[in-house]
């Protein structure tokens, strides 16, 4: 049996739905020509937010200056379908019998409350209007309404799942910038599918690294050729007398040394993009090394703000002398307050003070 075109395109949307930028932005149109409605309107809350009244929002109207967009504005508040049962559309018209109350240019209204498949937490709140001159909304239309609860679940759900994965990944790409590793995602080709800032910074300032019609190139052909060797020791399955990871320096002679270790996508990252990742690709820039500020370490060393403002140097690689100048401070001054960092730490030089700090979350403040 073939499924309606109308009907296709409606669940393609809410999945595509989930990945918008205004999630279900689309979907609210096409909504509106199915039912035949004159606003669709969608809000996405937590169970827990229920009792706040939160207005609908995301609203979409079928005609431009149909005047049932005001009554959106004047439907009574608090939501009178917020206590709805949950994954049930219903259907309420003036003419019910204790119906929730409805501003008067709405005629007839299918609501539908939605929890997220697998999280009781998370609610899509939908309502799908005609106005009160427009036919009223049947058993039929909530019958229909009731074939996409299921695919709203699953979609809200993968929603859910991304806004946590890209939490995830920022969380991440932040320490990987503070600690000033660049990271790049290769195809076999050597195009570039990803970078972090710190990667993207290194290629434009370094003088032996260029992007090349996509492509990562290093300037020194010898170089460039052990980068390109080890995408194709990957390709062959590592059949190569050199293993991977492979590490590669670039520039070893002068002060802009970089350090890259290439390896292989691991096996279950491949299957998210099993055609483009190919690579991953780490640049240690011996020159770039992350800042950490005197604030962090106050907070995490209970230092005073003069103690601290001496750590943020001492951790950071300078010397007692070079702190003291910055700070238009005496060395005594300087040596007193490294004697209170030292004991606070319970370290007793500067190199295990360094390395404390190195260890701690310090580093990705």
């Not at 003419?95 to 997220?116: H, Y």
């Not at 709203?152 to 990987?176: S, V, Y």
């Amino acid at each position: 049996m073939q499924i309606p075109v109308v009907i296709n395109q409606l669940i393609y949307a809410i999945y595509q739905g989930a990945i918008e930028d205004k999630p279900w932005q689309s979907l609210l149109s096409q909504l509106n020509n199915l039912f035949k409605a004159d606003i669709a309107a969608l809000l996405i809350v937590s169970r827990q937010q229920q009792d706040d009244h939160y207005q609908l929002s995301r609203v979409v109207h079928a005609q431009a200056g149909n005047t049932t967009l005001e009554a959106i504005k004047l439907w009574a508040l608090p939501d009178p379908f917020q206590h709805i049962a949950a994954d049930t559309p219903v259907v309420v018209n003036h003419t019910m019998q204790d119906a929730p109350p409805l501003d008067p240019a709405i005629g007839s209204v299918i609501a539908m409350n939605i929890c997220a498949k697998d999280n009781s937490e998370l609610l899509l709140k939908l309502r799908i209007m005609r106005a009160a001159e427009q036919p009223l909304f049947t058993a039929e239309d909530a019958a229909t309404a009731a074939t996409l609860v299921d695919h709203f679940k699953l979609a809200l759900q993968l929603l859910d799942q991304m806004a946590i994965k890209k939490i995830e990944r920022n969380a991440f790409a932040d320490a990987i910038n503070q600690f000033m590793l660049g990271t790049l995602i290769l195809d076999r080709h050597g195009k570039i599918v990803a970078s972090n800032r710190v990667a993207r910074d290194t290629i434009e300032h370094h003088p032996s690294l260029l992007i090349k019609e996509g492509a990562l190139i290093i300037a020194d052909r010898y170089t460039n050729e052990q980068l390109y060797k080890a995408l194709e020791n990957i390709e062959r399955g590592h059949g190569s007398d050199k293993p991977l990871p492979r590490t590669i320096t670039v520039n070893p002679s002068n002060s802009l040394t970089l350090g890259l270790m290439v390896r292989p996508v691991r096996a279950e990252d491949a299957h998210t993009h099993p055609v483009h990742a190919h690579a991953v690709v780490f640049i240690s820039d011996s020159q770039g090394i992350g800042k950490i500020s005197a604030a962090t370490l106050k907070d995490l060393f209970g230092f005073t703000g003069s103690e601290s403002r001496v750590a943020a140097y001492l951790a950071n690689g300078h010397s007692l002398t070079e702190a003291a100048q910055a700070l238009s401070i005496s060395v005594n001054t300087a040596k007193s307050h490294a004697r209170n960092i030292y004991e606070k730490t319970g370290v007793n030089k500067q190199t295990k003070f360094i390395q404390l700090v190195s260890n701690s979350v310090a580093r990705v403040s």
